[in-house]
Each structure stands twice: as structure tokens, then as C-alpha cells.
């Protein structure tokens, strides 16, 4: 089991431009999580994907959106890209089971905004 | 909302010796799950330990348990023989069960000398 996979690993982009970064789940997993972790910081939660439609959504501007694909793999893009959009973007895939609720992180992908 | 607050910015640990992290979170939830997630310089998030809030029983993981204290809303970490490899930065996280976002404080950084 590959686990949670990402790419590109790192991504350097010019303000205005935009990105797309990808993921794709644990084998068994349904649902993927987007996370942006500014340098220092904790992640803060963008949105989760659940059948191919968003669950719940933190507290992220429009410019910030998503799809999820049949097989489960998520893309997260992000339009007219600013400076502070520079971190470290993680995708964690989870499910519940019968005794409790896994979840389990990508390597992420490094977006520097230039 | 939802907050959860590591007051040690930075610890450091001789190799061995035993550690405590501190994490406290702010919920009118009753029923939720808790994380220690582990962050080392190759950024791949990794799961250290989960205590489910309706179990009184403090979870365990190897050298890793948790005191899970619900009254006061505290939920330390507590690394026993530490090793070299467990230098990272160990982030709490809290969610609820009437949601699906992880809510991360800011983390502590943990260091291991020889």
C-alpha cells in the first residue's frame, strides 16, 4: 500500500497564476482533506471531499476550490495566487470504520509564490 | 469554534529520558476525537496516538501514551526512553464527532540530545 501520495513535491509560482496539486488516497480511504500549513504554523483545514461532492469548508476564500474523482483522488486549485498563498499543502485521507475513524497524511507539496 | 493550545513552543529531551507534552483545547462537544500527530524535518505528518473522548481509558502506543483529562480539557503527551528519532515538531489536534476537520494548535518543537 502506497499510502497517501502528492504532487508535484514542490511548485513555484508567479502572483496571479494558478496551481493545481493533486492527491491520491489510502487504498480503502472515501474521503480526502485539503490542509494549508503556513511556515511555523499548525494546518489549517481547507475543505474535505466526500462522494465526489465538498463536505465541509474551513475558512478560505472562493480563489481556493476542488474536485473529487470517482476513484477518490482529489485535485485542490487555487486561482490568482498571492504571496501569502506560499505553504506547505497537505492532503489527508480517512475513513470511519466500526470501531473508530482513521485518518493518514500526504508528504504534501511545498507551493512557493514568487 | 473550536481551539486547542500547546503552551511549549519548544522542549528538549535527553536521549532515554522521559517527556511531557502539553496540550489543552476549548469545545462544547461532548463527544470528539484526540490526536498527537508527529511533523520531522521531511514534513510527512505522522500519526503518533488517538483517545476517542468517551473512553475514560488512556491510550497507548508503545512509548507513547496520552493523560486525557475531559473535565479539564487537557490532553498530554508523554514520550517514555526518548529517542534521537523522535526529534520533530508534534502538533495536538482536536475534532469533533459532528464534523470532519482536525483542529491543530500550533505545536511544539521537541528536540533529542545524545
Known amino acids: 500500500d502506497a499510502g497517501v501520495t502528492q504532487s508535484p513535491t514542490h511548485l513555484i509560482k508567479t502572483r496571479g497564476q494558478q496551481v493545481t496539486l493533486r492527491c491520491s488516497p489510502k487504498?480503502?480511504?472515501?474521503?480526502v482533506s485539503w490542509y494549508q500549513q503556513a511556515l511555523g504554523q499548525g494546518p489549517q483545514f481547507i475543505f474535505q471531499y466526500y462522494e465526489e461532492e465538498e463536505r465541509q469548508r474551513g475558512n478560505f476564500p472562493d480563489r481556493f476550490s476542488g474536485h473529487q474523482f470517482p476513484n477518490y483522488s482529489s485535485e485542490l486549485n487555487v486561482n490568482a495566487l498571492l504571496l501569502g498563498d506560499s505553504a506547505l499543502y497537505l492532503c489527508?485521507?480517512?475513513?470511519?470504520?466500526?470501531?473508530?475513524?482513521?485518518?493518514?497524511f500526504g508528504p504534501g507539496t511545498r507551493l512557493t509564490v514568487t | 469554534a473550536q481551539t486547542v493550545t500547546q503552551s511549549q513552543p519548544e522542549m528538549s529531551v535527553q536521549e532515554a529520558e522521559t517527556v511531557t507534552l502539553s496540550c489543552t483545547y476549548d469545545t462544547s462537544e461532548s463527544n470528539y476525537y484526540l490526536f498527537w500527530y508527529k511533523q520531522p524535518p521531511s514534513r510527512q505528518m505522522i500519526l503518533v496516538i488517538r483517545?476517542?473522548?468517551?473512553?475514560?481509558q488512556n491510550a497507548t502506543e508503545n512509548r507513547f501514551s496520552v493523560n486525557f483529562q475531559k473535565a479539564a480539557k487537557s490532553f498530554s503527551l508523554k514520550i517514555s526512553d526518548s529517542q534521537l528519532g523522535d526529534t520533530a515538531m508534534y502538533f495536538c489536534a482536536f475534532m469533533p464527532n459532528s464534523g470532519y476537520a482536525l483542529n491543530f494548535g500550533k505545536g511544539t518543537s521537541l528536540l533529542v540530545t545524545p
Open positions: 487504498s480503502g480511504h472515501d474521503t
Open positions: 483517545q476517542e473522548a468517551y473512553k475514560q
Open positions: 489527508a485521507s480517512s475513513r470511519w470504520t466500526a470501531r473508530s475513524y482513521e485518518q493518514y
